[in-house]
Nanobody, 119 residues
Framework: QVQLVESGGGLVQPGGSLRLSCAAS????????VDWFRQAPGKQRDLVAT???????NYADSVKGRFTSSIDNAKNTMYLQMNALKPEDTAVYYC?????????????WGQGIPVAVSS
């Protein structure tokens, strides 16, 4: 069983930066890849960033050039660096992690962490 704990959200002014963390704990697993989603109030959950274990990334057009996803495999921690934040980035952000645990592929959601961009 793998547990995910997200941190790093909060309130920031437009143009500011935040770094979200998603820490995975457990034993006997490796991370295959991570997706970051966000869900604004009253809207569907949207994919904003992906990263594979090899470091291949992909971003939604709305965040391209501003957000950067990374993985620290030694710490089993994933990051989403968010720069030049805009009010429309306000949402609850979720990490979604695919792991390989002794040859069994499984996936887990983080608990979600709110990000508010406002002056």
């Amino acid at each position: 069983q793998v547990q995910l704990v997200e941190s790093g959200g909060g309130l920031v002014q437009p143009g500011g930066s935040l770094r979200l963390s998603c820490a995975a704990s457990g034993s006997g697993f490796s991370i295959n890849g991570v997706d970051w989603f966000r869900q604004a109030p009253g809207k569907q959950r949207d994919l904003v960033a992906t990263i594979t274990s090899r470091g291949v990334t992909n971003y939604a057009d709305s965040v391209k050039g501003r957000f950067t996803s990374s993985i620290d495999n030694a710490k089993n921690t994933m990051y989403l660096q968010m720069n030049a934040l805009k009010p429309e980035d306000t949402a609850v952000y979720y990490c979604y992690v695919e792991v390989d645990a002794w040859g069994v592929i499984d996936d887990y959601w983080g608990q979600g962490i709110p990000v508010a961009v406002s002056s």
